[in-house]
């Protein structure tokens, strides 16, 4: 019986060396074709979206976004983003633009970030009284903010240093964001 265990053991351990062999010879046998370069080993995708919908009220935002890691401190990347925002028989708006972003983790946990903001605006009003208004500018924001990371999430608010109350696409300076990268 003992060299029946010793025999099945030992068939066993060939087994298990044969197939670990041969994992490690077809992953050396990649073409650098398809492996990943240096460069896209360090960006990561992510962005937003958001979607409102209420009686007569539609407000959905699309804004994707990649960012390259140099290190584990520092990220730089940019990104894109669209609006459109509608309450009926009353406002309608579309936004489009982009964005740059440096992101700066001195900490595992705390990610601070400052982010240079571009967005046309184009809102139509209608009014029984006054008609149809168009107001149609280009709105620059400058933001630094400050939040707490874990993994690819990070959980922060963010303050608009170019804020305008009178010329503003947004109604308050300070905004709570949620960052997503993979």
């Known amino acids: 019986m003992k060299k029946n265990s010793i025999k099945n053991l030992t068939i066993s351990l060939s087994f298990i060396f044969l197939i670990t062999t041969c994992f490690n010879l077809s992953a050396q046998e990649i073409p650098k074709s398809e492996q990943k370069s240096e460069f896209w080993k360090n960006v990561q ?4 979206f958001g979607i409102g919908i209420g009686s007569g009220y539609t407000d959905i935002t699309i804004a994707p976004s990649a960012i390259y890691n140099f290190n584990d401190y520092v990220s730089i990347g940019a990104g894109l983003q669209g609006s459109i925002v509608s309450q009926k028989n009353y406002y309608n708006s579309s936004i489009y633009g982009a964005s740059l972003i440096t992101l700066f983790n001195p900490i595992e946990q705390v990610q ?5 903001e571009e967005v046309r605006v184009n809102n139509t009003f209608r009014n029984t009284t006054t008609g149809t208004v168009k107001n149609n500018f280009w709105n620059t924001g400058l933001f630094v903010g400050l939040g707490y990371r874990v993994e690819n999430i990070t959980i922060g608010a963010r303050y608009n240093l170019l804020f305008d109350k009178d010329k503003s696409v947004y109604s308050d300076a300070l905004m709570p964001f949620i960052r997503v990268y993979f």
């Open 112 to 116: 601070i970030s400052a982010e240079l």
């Open 45 to 48: 995708f992510g962005g937003g």
